[in-house]
């Protein structure tokens, strides 16, 4: 996992062609982006720009990708996301190949996201977006799928 002020974006460009392009959408007039799905690179990097409700963390759900890189980044609000890796997660759930995720239940740490802030999570990251500080509240964010080729 990868945390981050996207004030700092351009020092992660190195880790991957791919990764470098998603992170420049980020550079780009992120605080007034509109609601929507964005191709960046076809379907091989898109972007899902969206605002969602977030939840108490008793509510929240681990989970995992096999097949893409995640880039989730916070416009509007803040929010905690927990992360750990995979491995250490107690019970999973069947992997969906179909919807590309793994449920697990265990312990993690979590970081505060708050508008401006990224992470980057890698197949092995387990996380728990959306988990509200103090009180659930209406925040804006965006998803940036990278599709890894196997």
Known sequence: MVFD??????????ISEKIATALKFLDSDLFNIKIGVYEIEGKNITASVFKTDLIPMEKGVWEAHRKHIDIHCMIEG?????????????EKEEY?????YQLGKGEGDFVTLNAGMFVILFPEDAHMPCVAINQ????????L???LLH
């Open 136 to 143: 659930p509240e209406e925040v804006k964010r965006v998803i």
């Open 145 to 147: 799928k990278i599709k």
């Open 96 to 100: 969906n190949d179909d919807e590309d």
């Open 78 to 90: 803040t929010e905690k996301m927990g992360c750990v890796n995979l491995g250490l997660l107690n």
């Open 5 to 14: 002020n996207i004030k700092n974006a351009y020092l992660y460009y190195g």
